[in-house]
């Protein structure tokens, strides 16, 4: 019984640590891509000046 509670636990750690993880790489990438959106429109505002 211990065992599998201890188990069920560690299966929940891992998950929480994997849903982490790829959370921040996500984040990571999107808020790379608005800075790029944003440098973009700040050159194209330059262009139109």
């Known amino acids: 019984m211990r065992a599998m509670i201890k188990r069920i636990i ?3 750690f ?3 640590i994997i849903t982490a993880i790829s959370g921040f ?3 990571q990438k ?3 891509e608005k800075v790029s959106s944003i440098k973009k429109v700040d050159h194209t505002e330059k262009i139109a000046k």
Request: hydrophobic share 65%; charged share 0%; glycine share 0%.
């Open 25 to 27: 790489l996500y984040t």
């Open 30 to 32: 999107h808020s790379l």
């Open 10 to 12: 560690l299966v929940i």
């Open 14 to 16: 891992i998950l929480l």
